[in-house]
């Protein structure tokens, strides 16, 4: 439409304060930033302040009255509302516009949402409240995009999902994500394909099989148990029990024997007891998860527990459960990034960080590599897939040096051989 980006809110013609609900802590960020927004408009009548994303949800009025300042309220994804808006208020026409959605210079790894909302209806979570029912997008979309970002640079795409294993339920004739997989595999220039966030009930044999199968789909699950005590799971209406949970992970382990996994789990959620909490350290003791995201369960109007449950769980207990989550997953980092030193392994490069050149791992390391010696290599530059050797670890990272500028090619005669981080 002819507008300039700006890092400076202050000044900016086109405010779009794009949010997430998730927890009440985020929507409080929102809100301050819109509170600060509405002091900074008094008397600029041309400047326009978009809100969108989850904080939107399909009933405005009460946003409406505590921010009338603000010009146009937008669900998730609907883009249009903004750019009428902002056509109206600057005489430009936004037809059209929509078509290069793709950032011109997008990160060489960058997402794409495939499947919005969530029919799950966690009684902790608001999302299907706000985001509504899952909707899954078109796989010719979905390449399309794909297809567009890699033109532009990207190697490595996430494809992203409140409960991306869904995908295609709704899609006729059907579809499931084992088959987009296969589609966006075929993208040239493509190297790497990821997902997230996934859910144990969904995460089928096929998707399973799949990982292990396509040479470009990284070897890596986000599958989160959320609690490891069968009455936190009932009450929260996760739809398994911890036991079913276990056999999901022997499962994937067994088809994907260097399969790196990831989890989130909630602390303090409405009853939990130290007994109950315990059982959750249980399930991270006995899986050993490569990376846990861990949260204090947050009280959200409009969910079934902010109705049904206390939340009862102090403040203080929740704190003490986070730390001795982030305590022990420290330890288990340290452990298990040592045993990496030594070893070889393929890093797509994407940028600096602290003045040094870092990229990640398929199982999603963050691996800084050293300046090469004047004269031996040059330094790798983003998009560039190297191969390393690790040289030192920490819970959180890698240092490595770089041992070639181009890396093998993995096959799915070889994937399994294939070392991953």
Not at 108 to 130: E, L, N, Q, W
Not at 327 to 345: I, R, S, W
Request: charged share 25%; net charge negative.
């Amino acid at each position: 439409m002819g507008f300039d980006s700006t890092d400076d809110m202050a000044n900016a013609d086109v405010v779009v304060l794009n949010t997430c609900v998730v927890r009440q802590s985020a929507e409080d960020s929102a809100t301050g930033v819109l509170g600060r927004l509405g002091k900074r408009t008094k008397g600029n009548d041309d400047r326009m302040i978009a809100v969108m994303g989850c904080m939107v949800g399909p009933e405005q009025t009460e946003l409406k009255r505590r921010f009338p300042y603000v010009d146009v309220w937008a669900r998730p994804q609907e883009f249009e509302p903004i750019l009428e808006t902002a056509g109206m208020k600057h005489g430009l026409d936004p037809e059209g516009c929509l078509a290069g959605a793709i950032p011109e210079n997008p990160n060489v790894a960058s997402f794409i949402p495939i499947v919005h909302g969530c029919d799950k209806f966690c009684t902790f979570c608001i999302i299907p409240y706000r985001r509504g029912r899952e909707t899954s997008r078109s796989a010719a979309d979905i390449v399309h995009d794909a297809e567009m970002m890699v033109d532009r640079g990207v190697k490595d795409i996430t494809l992203l999902g409140q409960n991306v294993d869904s995908y295609g339920h709704d899609i006729r004739p059907r579809i499931d994500l084992a088959d987009l997989f296969e589609k966006v595999h075929e993208i040239d220039g493509l190297e790497r394909i990821r997902f997230m966030t996934s859910h144990p009930n969904d995460m089928s044999l096929r998707i399973i099989e799949a990982i292990r199968d396509l040479p470009k789909v990284c070897e890596m699950v986000n599958l989160p148990f959320q609690a490891g005590d069968d009455t936190m799971l009932a009450n929260m209406r996760r739809g398994y029990t911890i036991g079913q949970f276990h056999d999901k992970i022997a499962q994937i382990k067994d088809i994907i024997p260097n399969v790196t996994l990831t989890t989130d789990l909630i602390v303090g959620f409405s009853g939990e007891t130290d007994e109950q909490f315990e059982r959750s350290m249980d399930v991270l003791r006995s899986v050993e998860f490569s990376k846990v995201h861990t949260s204090e369960y947050s009280y959200r109007e409009g969910t079934f527990a902010s109705r049904k449950m206390n939340d009862d769980v102090t403040r203080a207990v929740k704190k003490s459960r986070k730390v001795a989550v982030d305590e022990f997953q420290q330890v288990v980092q340290a452990k298990n990034n040592a045993l990496l030193v030594g070893t070889q392994f393929d890093v797509l490069i994407e940028g600096r960080k602290r003045g040094r050149v870092h990229g990640r791992s398929r199982g999603d390391k963050l691996i800084y590599i050293n300046a090469p010696a004047e004269g031996s290599m040059p330094e790798p530059q983003p998009g560039q897939t190297v191969q390393v050797e690790i040289t030192d670890s920490s819970p959180w990272s890698l240092e490595s040096e770089l041992v070639s500028s181009s890396s093998l090619a993995i096959t799915t005669a070889n994937k399994e051989k294939v070392p991953v981080v």
